[in-house]
């Protein structure tokens, strides 16, 4: 299984690395667990790996989940604007967020738009990630 996971992941790289040119502006794209553990990524140079850690992942999933006890519904995404970059973070396909860094003024509604291609094409690692959780609650049941 630790096999068929990793070789999941490793396509699952490949194909935002390819998403990750499609838009002009997009520094980096990140899908991680609730808990902010990064499973894929790309980024380009603009964007430094210490920029995006598990830390800021994880503070933005939980903010969205805070977020969605408004009463106003759930929250599909959080989209944060800085002086050097603008951050989106999707959480509309748990366990599987995704959080795309780019410049200011890159295109918002493009960056939505790519988040529907990769909510479909994040589907054999959202199947992964699932397996991996239910066999980790089952193994612990049986100790």
């Not at 991996?132 to 049986?142: D, F, G, I, R, V």
């Given at each position: 299984?630790?096999?068929?996971?990793?070789?999941?992941?490793?396509?699952?790289?490949?194909?935002?690395?390819?998403?990750?040119?499609?838009?002009?502006?997009?520094?980096?794209?990140?899908?991680?667990?609730?808990?902010?553990?990064?499973?894929?990524k790309?980024?380009?140079?603009?964007?430094?790996d210490?920029?995006?850690?598990?830390?800021?992942?994880?503070?933005?999933?939980?903010?969205?989940?805070q977020?969605?006890?408004?009463?106003?519904?759930a929250?599909?995404?959080?989209?944060?604007l800085?002086?050097?970059?603008?951050?989106?973070?999707?959480?509309?396909?748990?366990p599987?967020?995704?959080t795309?860094?780019?410049?200011?003024?890159?295109?918002?509604?493009s960056?939505l738009?790519?988040?529907?291609?990769?909510?479909?094409?994040?589907?054999?690692?959202?199947?992964a990630?699932?397996?991996?959780?239910q066999?980790?609650?089952?193994?612990?049941?049986?100790?």
């Amino acid at each position: 299984q630790n096999l068929y996971f990793s070789i999941v992941m490793a396509v699952g790289d490949e194909f935002i690395a390819r998403c990750l040119s499609r838009l002009p502006g997009l520094f980096g794209i990140f899908v991680s667990d609730k808990d902010g553990c990064i499973i894929c990524k790309a980024y380009t140079d603009e964007l430094k790996d210490s920029c995006v850690d598990s830390t800021l992942l994880a503070d933005l999933t939980l903010s969205s989940e805070q977020a969605s006890k408004l009463m106003l519904g759930a929250n599909k995404y959080v989209c944060s604007l800085y002086k050097n970059m603008q951050m989106i973070h999707f959480s509309q396909d748990a366990p599987l967020f995704v959080t795309m860094v780019a410049a200011p003024g890159a295109n918002i509604g493009s960056m939505l738009q790519l988040q529907e291609t990769l909510q479909a094409q994040l589907q054999p690692i959202k199947s992964a990630v699932l397996d991996t959780l239910q066999s980790a609650a089952e193994s612990e049941m049986n100790q």
